[in-house]
């Protein structure tokens, strides 16, 4: 089958490690079933797994992608949960793991995974819509309705206007009634969260008219001390991740002073992806699709992604 996988790292040039090639069809252990790909779209975890960030040489070559929808062994369409919890033994004693990870990922034509991980897509989102789904928008969904203790009216800030994970904040905080404001890099970034649901947006680190409830941060040290500086007091900041840079000084006053809570994240439940799919059935939302790119061309998909070009997400069809 035809797949998009890495075989050796390269931390500096990532999207170079990138090989698009056949590759053996998926195995099936017990309680694993195997769906035909329609759509699955590229998170910034797999350009992490480029570089050899978050995934173990040993397990090269691998095959990208934590999104997918696709159909399943009986016909139905379905989205696929990225989180696998390998059963107890000595190598891995159920910690849980990404798709990509440890097993191999969605950027191919047939993806293996447990029967339990799969989620019945509705009518109302298309494949590559869905695909979407299971791992920037639960996690968005995980950092404002579990992680930051919200209640409708409340503001928030979202660092970051443009990526898979920013727009996703932006688009379910707007429909749960939150005040969405956001920091975008360009003009025409910060009109687009406008557009997505932000009632207000801001260059990076710019001063801010109030006080926020809550800052949802992945940009990491780019934006780490307006983030802190942006919080009311026992004011909450969700870190999901550190696009910029992970090492970020902190002032560690302003944290006891204010009594802010510092909260940190990973994806999100089976049973909160079924709430998120339902979540956007109910309200009509529709992730923002940048644009979908067959497989063949995986490489420039890739490259948009690096360069931050993008508006959304963007999906790689088999
Ligand atoms: N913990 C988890 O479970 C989890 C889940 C999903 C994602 N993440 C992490 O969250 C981050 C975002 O993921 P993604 O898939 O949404 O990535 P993405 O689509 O590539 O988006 C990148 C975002 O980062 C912002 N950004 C990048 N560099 C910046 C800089 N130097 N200064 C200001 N803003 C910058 C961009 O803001 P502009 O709009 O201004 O360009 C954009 O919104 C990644 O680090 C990813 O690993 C973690």
Request: net charge neutral; aromatic share 6%.
């Amino acid at each position: 089958m035809l797949a998009a996988f890495v075989e050796v790292f390269d931390p500096q040039h990532p999207v170079s490690a990138l090989r698009v090639a056949d590759r053996p069809d998926p195995a099936t252990p017990p309680g694993w079933t195997v769906i035909e790909v329609k759509a699955a779209s590229i998170n910034h975890h797999d350009i992490w797994s480029l570089r050899g960030v978050g995934l173990d040489a040993g397990k090269l070559p691998m095959v990208l992608g934590c999104d997918a929808a696709g159909i399943d062994a009986n016909g139905r369409e379905v989205i696929v949960h990225a989180v696998v919890t390998d059963p107890v033994d000595s190598a891995a004693p159920g910690r849980p793991s990404v798709l990509s990870e440890r097993h191999q990922g969605t950027f191919a034509q047939f993806l293996a995974v447990p029967a339990a991980n799969l989620v019945p897509k509705p009518a109302s989102l298309s494949f590559a819509e869905a695909a979407c789904l299971p791992t920037a928008w639960l996690t968005a969904y995980n950092m404002l309705f579990r992680q930051a203790s919200l209640s409708p009216g409340d503001t928030v800030l979202v660092q970051g206007a443009s990526g898979g994970l920013s727009t996703a904040l932006l688009a379910l905080g707007n429909a749960a009634g939150f005040r969405m404001w956001a920091t975008g890099r360009s003009e025409d970034k910060r009109s687009h969260a406008l557009a997505l649901g932000a009632q207000s947006a801001f260059e990076p680190g710019q001063r801010l008219p109030a006080r926020v409830d809550a800052v949802m941060e992945s940009v990491g040290a780019a934006t780490w001390e307006h983030s802190l500086k942006a919080l009311r007091p026992e004011g909450t900041v969700v870190v999901a991740g550190a696009t910029s840079g992970y090492m970020a000084q902190t002032e560690l006053g302003r944290i006891f002073a204010n009594r802010l809570k510092i909260v940190g994240t990973a994806m999100g439940s089976l049973a909160d992806l079924r709430r998120l799919v339902s979540f956007c059935d109910v309200k009509g939302i529709k992730p923002h699709v940048h644009s979908v790119e067959p497989l063949t061309n995986a490489v420039r998909a890739f490259q948009t992604v690096l360069d931050g070009d993008v508006r959304g997400k963007v999906v790689l069809q088999p």
